[in-house]
């Protein structure tokens, strides 16, 4: 499967961004999907994750209640809302497809990623 991100940008702090992520190639459906960031300097970390349905979904404590993952299998698309952001936000947001029933957290359990999308939070 190939994935697309898009959606970063600039912000200032307590602003908001969506990030989207469109997949093509398989059947969006089958794959458990993730965002992971990797801020400069510093090792990809998990942000989120959500189930084939998109019935479940798993967030690092650090974004939880700020930050939302969800999927339009119609559309084979997995969106991050980002709201109340802050500087420490600061990363470049993959998005990743893992062929598994299982919420994952580590990125080398990941199958396919994304290219990358730059979120800049200003102070």
């Known amino acids: 499967v190939q994935l697309q991100a898009s959606g970063g940008g600039l912000v200032q702090a307590g602003g908001s961004l969506r990030l989207s992520c469109a997949a093509s190639?398989?059947?969006?459906?089958?794959?458990?999907m993730g965002w992971f960031r990797q801020a400069p300097g510093k090792e990809r970390t998990f942000v989120a994750a959500?189930?084939?349905?998109?019935?479940?979904?798993l967030y690092a404590d650090s974004v939880k209640g700020r930050l939302t993952i969800s999927r339009d299998n119609a559309k084979n698309t997995v969106y991050l809302q980002m709201n109340n952001l802050k500087p420490e936000d600061t990363a470049v947001y993959y998005c990743?497809?893992?062929?598994?029933?299982?919420?994952?957290?580590?990125?080398?359990?990941?199958?396919?990623w994304g290219q990358g999308t730059l979120v800049t939070v200003s102070s």
């Open positions: 190639g398989r059947t969006f459906s089958r794959y458990v």
């Open positions: 990743a497809a893992a062929d598994t029933i299982v919420l994952l957290t580590t990125n080398t359990e990941y199958d396919y």
């Open positions: 959500i189930r084939r349905s998109g019935g479940q979904t």
